[in-house]
């Protein structure tokens, strides 16, 4: 997949990583970016088509891909989050709020956009997702568990879409410095920086990103002889 003069479609486009997509997108010669969000009138980036499109609404995404029929990349960014772990008293309704976007949304995207990659040669689908994919201590506990499914969705999407020779790329990353992390005092990765390794690794013909030293690491962890993904100061 190559950028230089592609046509794409960037869900959450507004802001955070998507508005970093759309830019670095622009930079490296992107014919077109279609720049989705739930309110157009908050996309503010000069040299993008501002495009309406909530994930979770069957009727928008049907109208988002007959306007952007031309695309040949999708970058399914749109993702949302909410603190708390699985026995909070509201949990599954944080849990299903959670899912509809940043699962469903994702399969939805997904399944409007296949036929029109499909269409036009292929192309390529970059789902954002995260080191929380394969860790989940219960902090974030419906955003990591919403990932490992799309982290899922992702893998049998890859499988699915051979076929039509479209090239499927997981992006996983820790803490990014957005609004999504604004509340949380940790270490955090510049958006730019994670946008860029996302796309060298798609024009590398990459399966997936590890976008920064600690995603790396915690994938190393899951071979480990107690995974990174159970608790490390367990006493039995």
């Known amino acids: 997949m190559k950028i230089e003069n592609s046509v794409v479609l960037v869900t959450g486009a507004n802001r955070g990583i998507g508005l970093a997509f759309a830019r670095e997108l622009l930079a490296r010669g992107a014919r077109k970016v279609y720049a989705a969000a739930r309110d157009p009138a908050t996309v503010t980036l000069q040299g993008v088509q501002a495009l309406q499109l909530d994930v979770t609404q069957p009727d928008q995404l049907a109208a988002a891909a007959q306007v952007a029929a031309d695309v040949n990349l999708v970058i399914n960014n749109a993702g949302i989050a909410q603190p708390g772990g699985f026995l909070a008293q509201d949990s599954e309704a944080v849990a299903r709020r959670i899912f509809e976007t940043n699962f469903f949304g994702v399969l939805g995207v997904s399944k409007a956009f296949a036929p029109v990659l499909k269409a036009n040669g292929g192309g390529a689908l970059l ?19 919403s990932k490992s499914a799309a982290w899922s969705l992702t893998n049998a999407l890859r499988h699915e879409l051979a076929g039509q020779k479209t090239q499927v790329l997981g992006l996983h990353m820790a803490y990014v410095d957005t609004d999504l992390t604004r509340g949380f005092e940790v270490e955090k990765s510049s958006a730019e920086v994670i946008v860029q390794r996302a796309l060298d690794g798609l024009e590398a013909g990459a399966d997936e990103v590890l976008a920064d030293v600690l995603t790396q690491q915690i994938r190393h962890g899951l071979t480990a002889p107690r995974p990174i993904y159970l608790p490390q100061d367990y006493q039995r």
């Open 127 to 145: 789902n954002v997702l995260s080191v929380a994919s394969w860790v989940n201590g219960g902090e974030l506990a419906a955003y990591s568990a």
